[in-house]
C-alpha cells in the first residue's frame, strides 16, 4: 500500500497524519485533490463517522482509504463538544469561535479534566468487510485561556501535564510522539505490519 487518500481537506490533519506515514513510504493524498466532497457525518460517535468517512472516499476514489475523526472530550460537559467538535460555535466553523464557545461553556465549572480522541479507520476497499480501526487518547485540561501558537482546533486551551505545556506550545515533532492521532497511529501501523 503506498497510497490512501486522506479522507479529510484538512492540511493540517493532513500534515500531521503525512509526517506519521512518511517513515512507511504511504503517500496520502487529500480527497479534495480528486475532487471527492466531504462525506456528511451524522452519527453519534468518532468510529462511525470515521468509517463512513473512510467508505465514501476508496468508493469514490478507488483507492484504499484513510479517515480520522477525532475531537475534545470534556468530562464537566458530559464528553462534548465530542463529535461536534469542529462545529461547536456552529457554522462557519472557527477555531477562535470554538475556542471561546468551550471557555464559556466551562466558565461555572472547576472540573477542567478532558481528553482529545482519534480514531483512526482504514479500509482497502469501499466494501471492506474488516476495516482497520485504531483509536488513541491522550488526557490533559483545559486551560483558563489559551497558551502557544503551534497546532490547531483546542490545541491552545489543551495542558498537558507530563509536558508541562499546552499543545499549542509543542514543536510538531514533540506532539507527534504523543499526541492521540499519534497513539492511533501506532495501534494501526501495527495493524498494518500484521498484514
Partial sequence: MKQLVLASNN???????????????????????????????????????????????????????????????????????????ARYAGEPRSDERNNAHLLQA?????????????????VRHADDPQPMIAEGNWHGEILAEARGEDGFGYDPLFWVPAAGKSAAEMAPQEKNACSHRAIAMQKLLTQLADL
Fill in 106 to 122: 466551562l466558565s461555572q465549572h472547576t472540573d477542567r479534566a478532558a481528553h482529545f480522541v482519534s480514531v483512526l479507520v482504514l
Fill in 11 to 85: 492540511a493540517k490533519k493532513l500534515k500531521e497524519l503525512g509526517a506519521l506515514l512518511e517513515p512507511l513510504g504511504i503517500q496520502l493524498i487529500p480527497q479534495g485533490e480528486l475532487a471527492i466532497p466531504e462525506a456528511d457525518e451524522p452519527f453519534p460517535t468518532f468510529v462511525e463517522n470515521a468509517l463512513t468517512k473512510a467508505r465514501h472516499a476508496a468508493r469514490l476514489s478507488g483507492l484504499p482509504a484513510l479517515a480520522d475523526d477525532s475531537g475534545l472530550c470534556v468530562r464537566a460537559l458530559g464528553g462534548a463538544p465530542g463529535v461536534l467538535s
